[in-house]
């Protein structure tokens, strides 16, 4: 039986990472949301487990980053290479994420380290929470998409039902086998890789060797069991940990818990060591491109559009960050608030961003000028430069800087106030009321040692047009001779419309935005 559904603004496909951070970033914009996964849950898998300074700023911009931070592993969020864990001395190294310390010093949050099967429950509730009709067991069977939206056929994989569903947009975030991309015609490049590799998931107690607080990797070179073995925290009361090795044969003994015994035993340096087996999961440690990322109504993120692999942690991260970076402008377009060449930027902006990580996750154990939180931070988008987080200077394509302030009587991050508007931030009257006509969001805040007006450059009568993802805009140096309507031109160019004359309306435009230019002091566009 088909049966067809009500028309969602914007239909996700796949809900890991990426799929369940657009859906959510959509949602919490107003958009109708429809999120469909054919497996019957979230990963059972702990996957990737390292979440960046960045991604934990954009769980407390969506109100859930207590929770990440109870999910989440006390660990030393760095490596320990040896021979064994039984040796001596293991040599520690960075795996790229800041101490806490590092990071407050230009966030207000820091890195967590929550395995993917802990963290995906508590989007998909974030998710549901915020309107989403979230379907498991539910298959992408057929799609056709044009430049108005898309039209897919769902599988009921309980029921047999076919549902076909019509959509504004259609995004792709189902992995690196993406249904949605081959539906598109999109092709994709290899990059190179590491070859093969198995990881066996297990529970045990490894204080005989472990004293004290866990680190997050362990590199272990036995000559008969050399591999990576994971710190995944608790369950049950037991550590659980993965162990992953790359090894033609390894593939051949999924089930072969003897196998696995030996192994850990050598690799542990714990002889009687009996580990409860939880599973094991095969995977190519390979990089790729999609040729594009867009067509038409239908855009990919996370692995659908660049694939990478576990060096350096990236991989999750970017995923999250193209979610947050898509949604919002869907739904801002859906919604008539917003013009369709607003939808070019997330080709323009994440496209490099997502093709450095992929390209530097082939590139294990050599160092990188984006690697640690100059890349998680201090992306420039619409150029190709990096930004030192402790020198950014609120330039158009840069994240706009963390300054504690105080608003409406409380303590807070500058970074609390972007999510679900567009917000200038000025210590000018002219500009304040500017902002009034406009229909802008412009909050009076105290600054009383004058930390806001240094990191924002507002001494001399400046403004700063910041997106409700957190990166700015557009700026101006000082006061101009009419602040309304260089401001309402400044809008209708970050948002792809065209004014609509002195009432301060705003009308959809399709025309295509003039290149981004950073750091110029006129209204400077988002493309």
Not at 279 to 292: P, R, V
Not at 498 to 506: D, E, K
Request: charged share 20%; with cysteine.
């Amino acid at each position: 039986m088909e049966h067809t559904a009500h028309t969602p603004h914007v239909l996700v496909v796949g809900a890991g990472p990426a799929g369940l951070a657009t859906a959510l970033s959509a949602a919490r914009h107003g958009a109708r949301g429809l999120l469909v996964e054919r497996h019957p849950t979230t990963s059972i898998h702990p996957r990737a487990s390292g979440l960046s300074t960045r991604t934990m700023e954009i769980f407390r911009a969506w109100g859930v980053a207590d929770a990440v931070r109870a999910a989440s592993s006390t660990v030393i969020a760095r490596s320990a290479t040896g021979v064994t864990l039984a040796d001596g001395e293991l040599t520690e190294s960075s795996l790229g994420f800041p101490v806490p310390r590092e990071a407050l010093a230009v966030s207000p949050s820091f890195p967590a380290c929550c395995a993917q099967d802990h963290l995906e429950p508590i989007l998909l509730d974030a998710a549901r929470r915020a309107g989403v009709d979230v379907r498991f067991s539910t298959e992408l069977t057929d799609l056709v998409v044009d430049d108005d939206g898309g039209t897919a056929r769902l599988l009921d994989r309980d029921t047999g039902r076919t549902t076909t569903v019509r959509s504004r947009f259609v995004v792709g975030a189902d992995g690196p086998r993406s249904r949605v991309r081959t539906a598109l015609g999109i092709g994709t490049e290899p990059i190179g890789g590491l070859g093969p590799a198995m990881q066996v998931l297990f529970r045990a107690d490894l204080s005989a060797v472990l004293d004290g607080p866990r680190h997050a990797l362990y590199w272990l070179s036995h000559t008969e069991a050399s591999g990576l073995l994971i710190a995944f925290g608790t369950e049950g009361g037991t550590d659980r940990w993965g162990f992953a090795r790359q090894d033609p044969s390894a593939d051949d003994r999924a089930g072969d818990d003897a196998y696995w015994t030996r192994l850990l035993r050598l690799a542990t340096g714990v002889p009687d060591l009996r580990p409860d087996f939880l599973g094991t999961a095969s995977f190519d440690l390979a990089a790729e491109l999609a040729t594009t990322t867009r067509a038409g109504a239908a855009f990919l993120v996370g692995d659908a559009a660049h694939r990478m692999t576990p060096v350096n942690a990236v991989g999750l991260n970017t995923a999250v960050h193209d979610g947050h970076g898509l949604g919002w402008k869907l739904a801002w377009v859906a919604r008539g608030q917003a013009g369709e060449a607003l939808l070019d930027s997330h080709v323009a902006e994440r496209g490099p961003v997502g093709e450095r990580n992929a390209r530097r996750s082939t590139r294990p154990g050599v160092p990188d000028p984006a690697d640690g939180m100059v890349g998680d931070l201090g992306s420039r988008y619409g150029s190709p430069a990096l930004v030192d987080p402790a020198e950014l200077r609120a330039d158009p394509g840069e994240r706009a800087p963390h300054v504690w302030v105080r608003h409406a009587g409380r303590r807070c991050s500058m970074l609390d106030l972007w999510d679900g508007r567009l917000t200038l931030v000025t210590a000018s009257d002219a500009w304040r009321r500017a902002a009034g006509v406009v229909g802008l969001a412009a909050p009076v805040l105290d600054d009383p040692d004058g930390r806001l007006a240094r990191a924002y450059r507002l001494d001399a009568g400046g403004a700063v047009l910041v997106r409700p993802d957190g990166y700015v805009a557009w700026r101006a140096e000082t006061v101009t001779v009419d602040p309304a309507a260089t401001l309402r031109t400044a809008v209708a160019e970050t948002l792809g419309l065209a004014p609509g004359g002195a009432n301060g309306r705003f009308a959809a435009s399709t025309r295509p935005n003039s290149p981004f230019v950073p750091g110029r002091g006129e209204p400077v566009p988002i493309s």
